[in-house]
Nanobody, 129 residues
Framework: QVQPVESGGGLVQAGGSLRLSCAAS????????MGWFRQAPGKEREFVAA????????RYADSVKGRFTFSRDNAKNTVYLQMNDLKPEDTAVYYC??????????????????????WGQGTQVTVSS
């Protein structure tokens, strides 16, 4: 069992950048596909980005495409979400999740929370206008 732990959230002005990190305790992350989801107050949890276990295939929500970059460093047992040109509508709690599946290509199913087996506690990102 792996326990993702997020860090790097905070308060930033619109147009600014943040980098979220997700490390793991218990087991290596290198064998898991990883995902980022976010949840704003009063809204459902929504998909942000996913990366396969090898780090050579990614998938993004249309709302963040071109602004966010998902990467992984398996040697450091950490994944990263670089968020640039942040907007107030990006404000949410961001969750890191791990999936035990080992697909090379991230299909549409990776946009569903049910595809993931382990979840972190979340980190708050607030973007002021």
């Amino acid at each position: 069992q792996v326990q993702p732990v997020e860090s790097g959230g905070g308060l930033v002005q619109a147009g600014g950048s943040l980098r979220l990190s997700c490390a793991a305790s218990g087991r290596t992350l290198s064998t898991y596909a990883m995902g980022w989801f976010r949840q704003a107050p009063g809204k459902e949890r929504e998909f942000v980005a996913a990366i396969n276990w090898r780090g050579d295939n990614t998938r993004y929500a249309d709302s963040v495409k071109g602004r966010f970059t998902f990467s992984r460093d398996n040697a450091k047992n950490t994944v990263y979400l670089q968020m640039n040109d942040l907007k107030p509508e990006d404000t949410a709690v961001y969750y890191c999740a791990a999936s035990m599946t080992r697909d090379y290509i991230l299909t549409y199913y990776y946009t569903f929370p049910s595809k993931y087996d382990y979840w972190g506690q979340g980190t708050q990102v607030t973007v002021s206008s």
